[in-house]
């Protein structure tokens, strides 16, 4: 890599070095989902890699990459129980209750498709309100935590490529980029998200 100097900074890595320093922000990499397939990151658009490793809001950054406000329309939402491994990421009893929301990332404007996400939320670990603030922020879960002014931080866990969500059925069948991530706050998970990009 050059500066406009032309003073050389560093080598680009290849192959399995460029695959291991990007995976290395993937914390649970190895135990990802059965299904979901290896993704050779360094044939991936650059806008796609950084979708992927993102550990800020992925509204913020569409917004950015296609110049338009990003709108999260909700498919469905309510109380579930969840199965033994989202239980496990949310460090939760199984069959614990939690809170689903299912939405699509469109834009405002364009009103293109550009990522279907899944929230599953510990109501009891968020403020009393909490669920009042998703509703009045348009951008989604990201805006509405920020707005609130919860401390949080999220892990990034796995990604790959997968068939499209069946909760959200496409007619193609194609396989889409997907990662999970967690949201933390108080130590305490209490937020686990998946995420297909289009």
Request: hydrophobic share 45%.
């Amino acid at each position: 890599m050059r500066e406009a100097t032309g003073v050389t900074l560093g080598a680009r890595p290849a192959g399995d070095d460029a695959e291991a320093l990007f995976t290395r922000h993937f914390v649970a990499q190895a135990r990802r989902p059965v299904g979901l397939l290896d993704v050779p990151v360094g044939s991936l658009h650059p806008g796609h890699r950084c979708l992927l490793a993102t550990d800020g809001m992925v509204s913020t950054t569409l917004e950015a990459y296609h110049l338009e406000p990003i709108a999260a329309r909700p498919v469905s939402q309510g109380d579930v129980r969840v199965c033994a491994a989202e239980a496990h990421w949310l460090g939760v009893a199984s069959a614990a209750t939690a809170f689903r929301r299912r939405v699509a990332l469109r834009g405002a404007v364009s009103d293109a498709l550009y990522v279907v996400a899944e929230s599953l939320l510990v109501p009891s670990r968020l403020p009393a309100g909490f669920g009042g603030a998703i509703d009045r922020f348009p951008s989604g879960l990201g805006a509405a935590l920020t707005a609130s002014g919860i401390e949080s931080r999220r892990e990034l866990l796995w990604f790959g490529a997968g068939p499209v969500p069946d909760w959200y059925p496409m007619p193609d069948g194609r396989h889409v980029l997907q990662r999970a991530y967690r949201v933390v706050h108080g130590g305490q998970p209490v937020a686990l998200i998946t995420e297909s990009f289009l």
